[in-house]
């Protein structure tokens, strides 16, 4: 069993930036992956990392402005995200991979609980 607890959520003003992370217990991440869920809105794919961190995959919405990383030492997925918008207004939640795959449409394996962005504009 795999336990992940995402942190790292907060109020910012547009234009700002945030770092969440990860903290995967129990076992090593397969794929890393991020998604979110906006108010009134169907959760969305963000970013995802292989297990060896050399492969990754961005949502368009979110390319050139938000990175993902991971250190497998420490058993963390981060997300450092940049030039936020208001539309970047979401619980945040990490997802280890089924297989070691950075498309979305695969299986998740495990899920944290989220943490929520709020982004002021």
């Known amino acids: 069993q795999v336990q992940l607890v995402e942190s790292g959520g907060g109020l910012v003003q547009a234009g700002g930036s945030l770092r969440l992370s990860c903290a995967a217990s129990?076992?090593?991440?397969?794929?890393g992956h991020w998604f979110r869920q906006a108010p009134g809105k169907d959760r969305e794919f963000v970013a995802a990392i292989s297990s060896s961190g050399w492969s990754t995959r961005y949502a368009d919405s979110v390319k050139g402005r938000f990175t993902i990383s991971r250190d497998n030492a420490k058993n963390m997925v981060y997300l450092q995200m940049n030039s936020l918008k208001a539309e970047d207004t979401a619980v945040y939640y990490c997802?280890?991979?089924?297989?070691?795959?950075?498309?979305?449409?695969?299986?998740?394996?495990?899920w944290g609980k989220g943490t929520l962005v709020i982004v002021s504009s």
């Open positions: 997802a280890a991979g089924k297989v070691d795959v950075t498309d979305p449409a695969y299986d998740m394996a495990y």
């Open positions: 129990g076992r090593t991440f397969s794929s």
